[in-house]
């Protein structure tokens, strides 16, 4: 079955090369906007892109009488499966309790408490709200169990609803490994991470000597090692609380993302700028959210583009850091508080997520193209970072 998504006032493609694209002030070339678009749809994918005079005949049509339509987003960093609430540290944190990361042991002891049932519940209920606000992919993460059982449990879950699944058994040291964190490390790298590589792509390990609850850099050295040595691709925390070795460590090993990145150095950024020059090099996924909420600092993305480095945006959706999980909440942050522009925004929460995951089958508008598209209740792109707090972004839903 075919469909014609035609009526779209300014279609975002992500590609300049898009027959009708234009380049305007507002409009930069690379995102490849067109005018009176149309997208045609077959089997899940996109078959044809351009102005809709020009559009081919299908099976069904979707007119969206004017609405702007913009690649789904790609939410590469986000904890979606834990039980619990933490709305009082939120509180706390507002008349300037610091985090460092120990909080996170509420969200534990809460979900290793929950059912299956709950969890699942819980999970689908936070996918669907992503969606609802024009997340089409979402990378899940495990980190809120921290025994075997419970970390194959929390990955099982999130396969129910992502190809993007990734072990974070190395979250934080859990409570009963306090006094010997050399056997909770041995832990993750052996019988942990055996029975959770076949259930997951990436391996994650927040690397932050600035907490004492998180890993050090030779602990988080030999967990990514001992990740990829199972087959696993990796990603990073790094350079939340304040400097370290994070970022460094990404780029030596070949991550995929280094997530966070607040604290950046000048060697920092050049190592993530020679990073950039190939497909596989190592992108910053920046957070901003978790900034509004922590009171922290904010990246300087400026800085990251004009060097040159590969700059993602994702929500990182989580119980103690950043409950939120609006993608459009991350690009009027980055715009307003990380000197991003909203074209520049845009393509760090499409183009940039998906680079983070190492697709290219998402983040664009272009044939053969996963047919992931997000309808704006507005008439261009430049309303995300316009009306902030306003649900104007929805996944479109085509039945394929």
Not at 302 to 307: E, K, S, V
Request: charged share 20%; aromatic share 4%.
């Amino acid at each position: 079955m075919s469909f014609l998504v035609t009526g779209i006032g300014e279609l975002v493609t992500n590609d300049p090369s898009t027959p009708g694209a234009i380049s305007e002030e507002l409009c930069p070339g690379a995102l490849g906007v067109v005018r009176d678009a149309a997208v045609a749809v077959e089997e899940g994918r996109i078959a044809w892109v351009g102005p809709a005079a020009q559009a081919p005949a299908a099976d069904w049509r979707v007119d969206l009488e004017g609405r702007a339509v913009v690649p789904g987003f790609v939410d590469s960093h986000a904890h979606l499966v834990f039980a619990g609430d933490r709305s009082a540290e939120f509180a706390a944190r507002m008349t300037g309790t610091p985090y460092d990361g120990g909080g996170i042991a509420v969200s534990v002891a809460a979900t290793r408490a929950a059912s299956d049932d709950e969890l699942r519940r819980l999970l689908v209920r936070r996918v669907d709200e992503m969606r609802a606000q024009g997340s089409t992919t979402i990378e899940v993460k495990s980190g809120y169990g921290l025994t075997v059982a419970d970390e194959v449990r929390a990955l099982r879950l999130a396969r129910e609803v992502t190809d993007e699944v990734t072990f974070l058994g190395a979250h934080v040291v859990p409570a009963e490994f306090a006094d010997d964190r050399a056997a909770y490390v041995d832990l993750v790298t052996g019988e942990m991470l055996a029975a959770c590589a076949p259930l997951a792509r990436w391996i994650d390990v927040f690397c932050e000597p600035h907490s004492a609850h998180a890993f050090d850099e030779q602990e988080s050295r030999a967990i990514l090692l001992a990740g990829r040595a199972a087959g696993l691709e990796l990603r990073v925390h790094g350079n939340q609380l304040g400097h370290g070795p994070g970022v460094a460590l990404a780029v030596e090993l070949g991550a995929a993302s280094v997530d966070h990145c607040t604290y950046l150095s000048d060697a920092d950024i050049d190592a993530l700028a020679g990073s950039a020059t190939g497909d596989d090099g190592t992108v910053a996924t920046l957070l901003p959210g978790v900034e509004f909420s922590t009171r922290s600092p904010y990246p300087d993305a400026r800085r990251l583009l004009d060097a040159g480095v590969a700059v993602a945006l994702a929500s990182d959706c989580n119980p103690g850091t950043c409950y939120s999980s609006s993608m459009p909440l991350a690009m009027a942050l980055a715009v307003r508080e990380m000197g991003l522009t909203p074209a520049e925004a845009l393509s760090a929460a499409t183009l940039g997520s998906a680079r983070s995951l190492r697709r290219d089958d998402i983040g664009r508008v272009t044939v053969g193209a996963r047919a992931d598209l997000t309808a704006l209740e507005a008439p261009s792109y430049l309303h995300l970072a316009y009306r902030p707090g306003v649900p104007i972004a929805r996944a479109l839903d085509l039945g394929a």
